[in-house]
């Protein structure tokens, strides 16, 4: 029996090492919980990536087209790990569908979820309509083409960004208190986005600071202000309320710079959400034994291993958000990797 690989999911990361695995030539299962492949930015129909300001279908559209195009992968949609017996090069998993899969090595690539903002109730999501989520924003952009406020439809005169909802937050606990490393940046893009079409708008973002790692500084952060006129203002956000005399929200905050409180009208507030393990990698994760981090519970690489993508568990690789924010291009790197190290644990032979 030829030496096949198991791949559990099929967002950025899991079509990276799915693609590299068939290209390779070997047999490789890829196991996908929701009916189509992509993850989070194809089936939440996010709008622009970052960093590159592509669609996803430019950026993932091409991994899902030679996966599902290629004889030596598998793929298996809907469908869900639910038992992994044994150890490599042997391990044998069940799958939701009744079928079984024998594979010498595995590629974890479960992704993350969305912080859930209810659970920062002074914020006032899912009690006043006009607050929402960034992912809600990249839908409305998305799915719909234009700005306006949930309560009324019309466009809204005031924005307002609340970065790291979830995020760097000791309130939360110590299962919190990591960067989403891609909020800012986003925050810059989307807030962008709406002066470039609105520009009668007024976009403000809050924040604790900001931080647009390596090369985005420029295009996400110095360019919105200076181009854009998006507007920055350090500061906590305290609660965010509803008055009914006018039909606005306030935005209550602590000013940071000139050290007093201060409370805004604002038409439409956007919380910038934080990522935290999906479901499904703190499942396989129990399955399988892996390393977590002991706060956030994202997947962590074996301490004796020179490389991030190797789990403390023989033959298992870990790729993609699911140990933890990246961004999706950087995702997709990662299972790439992983499909590699994948092939060489397995010994695979690979001819021109």
Known sequence: MAKSVLVIGGGPAGLGAAKALGSLGIPTVLVEKEDKLGGRPVIEDYHTLIPRKMKPDQVIGPFVSDVQNNPNVDVKLGTEVEAIEGEAPNFKVKLSNGDTVEASAIV??????????????????????????????????????????????????????????????????????????????????????IREHYPEVDVFCYYMDVRTYGTWEYPFYWEPQEKHGVRYVRGRIAEITYSPSDGRLRVKHEDTIVQRPSEVPMDLVVLVLGMEPSEGTKKIAKMLGLAQDPDSLFLVPAEEAASNITSNKAGVFIAGACKGPIDIESSIAEGEAAGAEAAAFIGAKVTA
């Open 108 to 193: 974890v690539a479960t992704g993350f979820q969305h912080f859930d903002p209810k659970r920062k109730g002074e914020l006032g999501y899912g009690i006043y309509p006009d607050v929402i989520t960034n992912l809600e924003l990249e839908q409305m952009f998305s799915r719909e083409g234009k700005l306006y406020r949930p309560s009324n439809g019309e466009l809204p005169k005031r924005v307002a960004f609340v970065f790291c909802v979830g995020s760097r937050d000791r309130q939360l606990g110590v299962t919190n208190v990591h960067c989403c490393r891609y909020g800012c940046a986003l925050s810059g893009l989307q807030g962008t986005e």
